[in-house]
């Protein structure tokens, strides 16, 4: 819908511009047809005009991890912002993208954000995995959570065991804070669900997959 809107929008500014060409309607029709991306790049346009507020505003949160809540470069060229929630399947799906990317680019850092929507055992793993992060073992919790299957009761522990977590750790005023913090701001960028991630002036609230991911980190390295 969205799309259709600023299509519609895009397709009026052409046509007001050409007002008194009777060739107008056929001319935009024309160039519409031979390059439909420019509705995409119209649209991609609008959404950094709509949320470049917001991310002026929280570029530090977003880009500053909790604790070693963090995986890539020490001294990033590019950072993407990820708010994401164990249950999640299509942040499942994207971590492997996740991994590759970080493989393939030295110079990115994915900083992760518990964003658990998803039910209690989304926010038992959000608060597991924030202990181990300010143990300094985020890393290693995340992997190991995600070998151990969907985050419930049995393997939150397993992963804490293996990161040496308890539960007591969990328990840490400064989790709940942060986990507050997170429902805010991806609030305000509009967010639907997961995964949701923030890399240069993009806001992507879907699984776009590796290539998307790629493309969207180029294209902030490009912006510097």
């Known amino acids: 819908m969205l799309l259709t809107a600023v299509g519609g929008g895009l397709v009026g500014a052409l046509l007001t511009g050409a007002v008194g060409y009777s060739m107008a309607p056929k001319l935009v029709r024309e160039a519409i047809i031979s390059k439909p991306e420019m509705l995409i790049d119209a649209q991609q346009a609008l959404r950094e005009q709509q949320y470049a507020p917001v991310l002026a505003a929280n570029r530090a949160a977003l880009e500053t991890p909790f604790a070693s809540s963090w995986k890539g470069a020490s001294k990033p060229e590019v950072t ?34 518990e964003f658990p929507i998803l039910g209690p055992d989304s926010v038992a793993a959000a608060r597991a995995s924030l202990a ?16 151990a299957g969907q985050p419930s009761t049995e393997a939150i522990a397993l992963a804490a065991n ?24 991806a609030g305000q960028l509009g967010a639907t669900g997961t995964p949701l991630f923030v890399v240069g002036n993009r806001v992507i609230n879907s699984a776009v997959g590796y290539e998307g991911l790629k493309e969207a980190i180029a294209a902030a390295r490009a912006k510097g």
Request: charged content about 30%.
């Open 132 to 147: 181990a992060s300010k143990a300094g073992r985020f890393a290693q919790f995340h992997d190991a959570l995600y070998d």
């Open 80 to 113: 993407l912002a990820y708010f994401y929630d164990y249950a999640c399947g299509y942040c499942r799906r994207s971590n492997p993208d996740i991994e590759r990317l970080l493989k393939e680019d030295k110079g990115l850092r994915v900083v992760y954000h």
């Open 162 to 185: 293996a990161t040496s977590i308890t539960p007591e750790q969990a328990k840490d005023p400064a989790i709940e804070t942060e986990i507050e913090k997170n429902y805010r701001i």
